[in-house]
């Protein structure tokens, strides 16, 4: 449980809107296990898959309504903390290819393999890996007419694995989440600038089709 529950820079599970969203989730449920599976779907579906830099405090992300594997799960782990559910922010190597369908040839620029985030949270003294990256309009949109062997769902108590067909190795848990961070998750970044404006186009590209309006926060 090391290191699984406290606040860091990024991963600010004490700031007032992530605390307020945690306890309006805890509001309604009894049990764990249901905290989580409500987080779970909060993170997946009210946080929209879109691209945005790495270094990011989970509650920016929250502001902004949108972010990519590396935001919604810092996200997702500063929520679980703040419920006092211990939960590791965590990385899967995947082929390039598997964001494809969502960008097209855009997925050249990134590394390969490709270092995609999750969560590993524990419930009920089980370490059990989930991934709300995808929300429900973009796997809709991109994933599900390919037919994909996957699903976005999770069952609240096996691990979870997107991109299924793409995994290259095992997945790591990081215990520090800042120093992770600042390190991009292994992955490479363009310089700032050209990242915010490709990830800008490729956003505008993707929402297009998923219907996906930007908060005004963000702008």
């Known amino acids: 449980m090391t290191g699984a529950l406290e606040s860091t820079y990024y991963c600010d599970h004490?700031?007032?809107d992530v605390c307020e969203v945690a306890r309006n989730i805890k509001k309604?449920?009894?049990t764990t296990e249901s905290i989580v599976s409500e987080t779970?779907?909060?993170?997946?579906?009210?946080i929209a898959f879109g691209f945005d830099l790495f270094e990011q405090k989970a509650s920016e992300t929250l502001k902004k309504g949108y972010g990519a594997c590396w935001n919604k799960?810092?996200?997702?782990?500063?929520?679980?903390?703040?419920?006092?559910?211990?939960?590791?922010f965590c990385s899967v190597p995947l082929k390039r290819d598997f964001?494809?369908?969502?960008?097209?040839?855009?997925?050249?620029?990134?590394?390969s393999p490709y270092n995609h985030c999750l969560v590993q949270v524990n419930v009920n003294d089980k370490?059990?890996?989930?991934?709300?990256?995808?929300?429900?309009?973009?796997?809709?949109?991109?994933?599900?007419?390919l037919g994909v062997s996957w699903e976005i769902d999770w069952n609240g108590k096996d691990d979870m694995r997107l991109y299924s067909d793409s995994i290259l190795g095992q997945i790591k848990v990081y215990h520090d989440i800042d120093k992770t961070i600042n390190m991009?998750?292994?992955n490479k970044e363009l310089p700032t600038p050209l990242a915010?404006?490709?990830?800008?186009?490729?956003?505008?590209?993707?929402?297009q089709k998923t219907g996906y309006s930007p908060r005004k926060a963000s702008a």
């Open 73 to 88: 799960s810092l996200l997702l782990v500063a929520l679980l903390r703040c419920n006092n559910i211990p939960a590791h």
């Open 184 to 186: 991009h998750v292994g």
């Open 99 to 111: 964001i494809k369908p969502a960008i097209g040839l855009w997925h050249i620029l990134a590394n």
């Open 127 to 145: 370490w059990t890996i989930v991934d709300a990256v995808l929300d429900k309009n973009t796997f809709e949109s991109f994933y599900a007419p």
């Open 40 to 46: 779970f779907l909060y993170v997946r579906d009210d």
């Open 28 to 30: 309604t449920r009894n």
């Open 14 to 16: 004490n700031h007032p």
């Open 196 to 207: 915010k404006a490709g990830n800008g186009l490729v956003n505008k590209i993707m929402w």
